[in-house]
């Protein structure tokens, strides 16, 4: 009777402690930055970091969403209020590619540093991870690291 009562204490802890773990199964879905100048923006997201712009029917003049190659999007929004930006504050993405985009940034004379402020350089985090930071023309910091998860 006690291994019985053990066995269902053991499921029942096991399904509660999974449940809690997003049980509502979130995903990132979009972010949604301010820009002053959306043509600037709209360059830097299409032309630096090559995302894809979604075409939307109906979407204001002052809003345009790009996509990320796993459907994340973000959404550019222009507005002249601008919240102040810390690199502390910032978005981060992945590529396997982190050599070839900083052989890229380099060719084409955009600015990017490593945490601590290096220019043209990496740093690595405790997990292994290697890491850039670079500015879009509104000064949002942006991360970008080799992370393969």
Do not use: C
Request: avoid cysteine; proline fraction near 5%; aromatic fraction near 12%.
């Amino acid at each position: 009777m006690k291994l019985r009562y053990f066995a269902v204490f053991l499921i029942f802890g096991f399904t509660a402690a999974k449940a809690q773990t997003n049980p509502f199964e979130f995903r990132k879905d979009h972010d949604a930055i301010l820009v002053k100048d959306m043509d600037a923006s709209v360059k830097f997201y299409k032309e630096v970091l090559g995302l894809e712009e979604i075409p939307i029917n109906g979407l204001p003049d002052y809003i345009r969403w790009f996509r990320l190659g796993d459907k994340v999007q973000i959404h550019l929004i222009e507005s002249e209020d601008i919240p102040e930006t810390i690199k502390g504050a910032h978005m981060s993405l992945s590529t396997a590619k982190l050599g070839e985009l900083m052989a890229f940034l380099e060719t084409n004379s955009i600015p990017f540093e490593n945490w601590p402020g290096e220019a043209n350089t990496t740093n690595t985090r405790p997990d292994g991870v290697k890491q850039i930071y670079l500015q879009d023309p509104d000064g949002y910091w942006i991360e970008i690291n080799n992370n393969s998860l």
